[in-house]
């Protein structure tokens, strides 16, 4: 079966295996924030409505085998809210740039825990879209944080990155619009491993500061073997240093002004321009809250913190 110009659109899970509905693409750039966005844009289109098409698990591996995409170059991984898009979006600037940012067939994959499965997807998301595209780039979700070590065993030799904030602010933006990891049952089997009672009987600010917590533990013992922390407080410029040099990038001063024109505008609203939010966020947020962060989350931050003064500094 030829699937060139297909991408996958949704894995619906099914007591045989996932069943993978595909959506045409064509040669259409991934030019939105997010791979999802691209994709709720054409699903609706008259060819995709007309030609649905929906395979196995097996095909595609079978398409993997075929035609294989590219490999990735880099990986991306994040707390939330913590300017993981804006990498993305700088690294996308560049038209020899593949990136896909938080796909959700891929990221359901990586929860079952596959690895022919999530090698199988990352090839199929890894195809040229314009024909230009030499490197390719991977933005997982943050929920995804939790099967790092999956990743990184079916690419040990991929360079990867972790993207965190200050936990105050990352929480003050999740209780005001909370994503769907905060969603309780979402981490973890039933809610962060815990009891369901214990679960229940959490304050919102309290669950998603140790969802937050859980992530970064993550990220804190992987970081320790492999990898490249960076802060919220290092971007923009620390896309096209300390990032790209970890992913082996050498970039022209042209492509480092198409970098800095990305960063004047919101990543996830790109019509608009950056406006800082700081200080909004640390005077909006309630006490219960920051107190939950400062609790839960920050102990972890100064951890990530020391990673990233160490590996500054050259320390092994």
């Known amino acids: 079966m030829n699937l060139a110009g297909w991408v996958p659109a949704q894995i619906e899970w099914t007591a ?17 924030p997010f791979y999802d966005n691209t994709i709720d844009r054409v699903i609706g289109t008259p060819f995709n409505r007309l030609f649905t098409h929906r395979t196995g698990i097996d095909a595609l591996g079978r398409w993997h085998a075929e035609s294989p995409g590219l490999e990735p170059s880099g ?35 990586a929860k079952a825990g596959r690895m022919d499965w999530l090698r199988w997807m990352v090839s199929a998301l890894g195809h040229r879209r314009t024909g230009r595209e030499s490197r390719y780039f991977i933005k997982f979700d943050s929920s995804t944080t939790l099967h790092l070590p999956l990743v990184r065993q079916a690419y040990p030799d991929v360079p990867w990155i972790f993207v965190y904030r200050d936990p105050v ?33 959490m304050t919102d600010a309290e669950y998603r500061a140790r969802v937050l917590a859980r992530l970064c533990e993550t990220a804190v013992h992987e970081l320790r073997q492999s990898g490249l922390p960076l802060n919220y407080v290092q971007l923009p410029d620390g896309v096209w240093g300390e990032v790209a040099a970890h992913f082996g990038i050498r970039l022209a001063e042209a492509e480092i002004g198409a970098m800095k024109t990305v960063a004047q505008f919101h990543a996830k609203h790109p019509k608009s321009r950056f406006q800082p939010d700081e200080e909004c966020k640390r005077s909006g947020i309630a006490p219960e809250a920051r107190k939950a962060a400062e609790r839960l989350v920050r102990p ?9 003064l160490r590996r500054s500094a050259g320390v092994p």
């Not at 991984?77 to 690294?91: A, D, I």
């Not at 972890?300 to 990233?308: A, F, G, M, S, V």
């Open 75 to 109: 990986l991306i991984f994040h707390m939330s809210r913590c300017g993981s898009t804006l990498v993305s979006r700088m690294l996308a600037a560049l038209p020899d740039h593949l990136v896909v940012s938080e796909a959700g067939p891929l990221d359901g994959i």
């Open 16 to 32: 045989s295996g996932p069943v993978i509905s595909w959506c045409w693409l064509g040669e259409t750039p991934l030019t939105d």
């Open 300 to 308: 972890l931050y100064n951890d990530l913190e020391t990673l990233r």
């Open 169 to 201: 602010e990352v929480l003050a933006s999740h209780m005001n619009d909370p994503s769907a990891a905060m969603m309780r049952g979402v981490i973890g089997r039933g809610g962060l491993d815990l009891p369901a009672g214990e679960v229940l009987a």
